[in-house]
């Protein structure tokens, strides 16, 4: 299954170029929140937010205002992807029967859910927008995507907390290597910096709250560490089978080589011990690709800089990959992006992609103290140069959700 388009919007940049660039810099995206008045009443008042993105660069203003960020954010990579496939000009010669889009959201539409909550509050029922469903469902991006390019194969959208963009990714690999469809346009979008978003994680005690220092709050497999940063975003693949690229004359720039989904079947919100479901995802996604342990070079890691996950998705890969755990590089680039939840997973397998394809390994940034329980190569602080034939990106939801999905360099790419 090859790839032959990318898109991106983070924290770190609103395409491709600046946020790879970015991330080999070792830049943090998190700051203090812009979207809203996050007074002393918040326990968490920063986060990584997309800046100075233009929605007007993809969709006319009317548009603009009928629809939810985290939905602006999906037209906006899947145009980038297009583009680089070379799609958006071929779109009359390819049967758009069997071009089909799944975009993964954990949350959809919560800002407008939230101002239209409020609306209804204080000036009653008669008030809410005609575009307030519309706006809201998870499943809109995946909807306008494929309403923009006339894509009438496969449409859906995978919730899965925290997994949703690699479940969304993984699910169109499997439809193409199927047969289901010849083209996909896969990935994820989150846009959830919101009052209640905010208020809901800290809550429950998930987040960092190092207010005085926003960008050294992100900090994956450091003792130190006391939460993720929320962060929003979107990551785009266009996943295509070699016959149709090759037909086309398209530049390939990777592939998914396979793919596993298991649930843990155990708590709410913690993993597992010792990432027993995580194991499983991993063995699952190696066998699937018909590779060992290995030939694995780089782990984009779930690393969401949580005591629980990044103690545990240390031991998973100690039990997948034995002492080769220790020759790979298993880095978090949550460091830098934040946790984007429901786009995380679409966004870091195109990280992988990049790494594969550039052999340059991203920084984990914001290390400090060694934690004696994870003791692997985690990139800590530097970016690492070296060949990247194959990585793996982990993605683990509340819920017990667990993706891996397994990515390869294309010789030419």
């Not at 830049?27 to 100075?52: L, M, N, Q, W, Y």
């Not at 993720?228 to 990551?235: I, R």
């Not at 240390?314 to 020759?327: I, P, Q, S």
């Not at 991203?362 to 329980?373: A, G, K, M, Q, V």
Request: net charge negative; hydrophobic share 40%; charged share 20%.
């Amino acid at each position: 299954m090859v790839v032959t388009g990318l898109g991106l919007v983070t924290p770190l940049g609103n395409d491709l170029t600046s946020t790879w660039k970015a991330l080999l810099e070792g830049e943090s995206g998190a700051g203090p929140i812009t979207h809203f008045d996050a007074t002393d009443d918040f326990a968490v008042r920063f986060a990584c937010e997309v800046k100075d993105f233009d929605p007007e660069l993809y969709m006319e203003r009317k548009e603009v205002r009928r629809t939810d960020r985290f939905a602006q954010f999906a037209l906006a990579v899947a145009q980038q992807a297009m583009e680089q496939a070379g799609l958006q000009e071929e779109l009359d010669e390819i049967d758009r029967d069997r071009i089909g889009v799944i975009i993964g959201s954990g949350i959809g539409g919560i800002a407008t859910f939230e101002e239209q909550a409020q609306v209804m509050f204080e000036r009653g029922p008669q008030r809410i927008s005609p575009f307030f469903i519309p706006m809201f469902i998870a499943d809109i991006a995946s909807g306008l995507v494929s309403m923009r390019y006339g894509a009438r194969g496969p449409n859906f959208t995978t919730v899965s907390a925290c997994a949703s963009g690699a479940h969304a990714v993984g699910t169109a690999y499997r439809l193409v290597a199927r047969g289901e469809a010849d083209v996909m346009i896969a990935g994820g979008a989150e846009a959830t910096v919101t009052p209640m978003t905010m208020a809901g994680f800290a809550s429950m005690r998930a987040l960092s709250t190092r207010n005085d220092s926003p960008e050294t709050a992100s900090r994956p497999f450091d003792a130190e560490r006391d939460g993720f940063v929320l962060g929003e975003g979107a990551g785009c693949l266009i996943l295509e089978s070699l016959e149709h690229a090759e037909a086309r004359g398209a530049k390939i720039l990777g592939e998914i080589i396979g793919y596993g989904q298991t649930a843990d079947a155990y708590h709410l919100t913690a993993p597992a011990p010792e990432g027993a479901g995580a194991q499983l995802a991993m063995r699952l996604a190696l066998e699937d690709a018909g590779v060992e342990p290995e030939e694995v070079d780089y782990i984009n890691a779930h690393g969401t800089s949580t005591p629980a996950n990044d103690m545990n998705e240390t031991l998973a890969v100690k039990a997948v990959f034995g002492d080769h755990a220790y020759d790979l590089v298993m880095g978090s680039t949550k460091s830098m992006t934040g946790h984007l939840l429901g786009a995380a997973g679409a966004v870091e397998t195109v990280i992988s992609l990049l790494a594969c394809q550039n052999g340059v390994i991203p920084p984990t940034i914001n290390f400090s103290t060694p934690d004696p329980d994870c003791d692997l190569n985690y990139a800590h602080n530097e970016r690492v140069e070296r060949e990247v034939e194959i990585a793996i990106s982990n993605s683990f939801g509340f819920g017990g959700h667990n993706v891996c999905l397994a990515v390869k360099r294309w010789p030419d790419s």
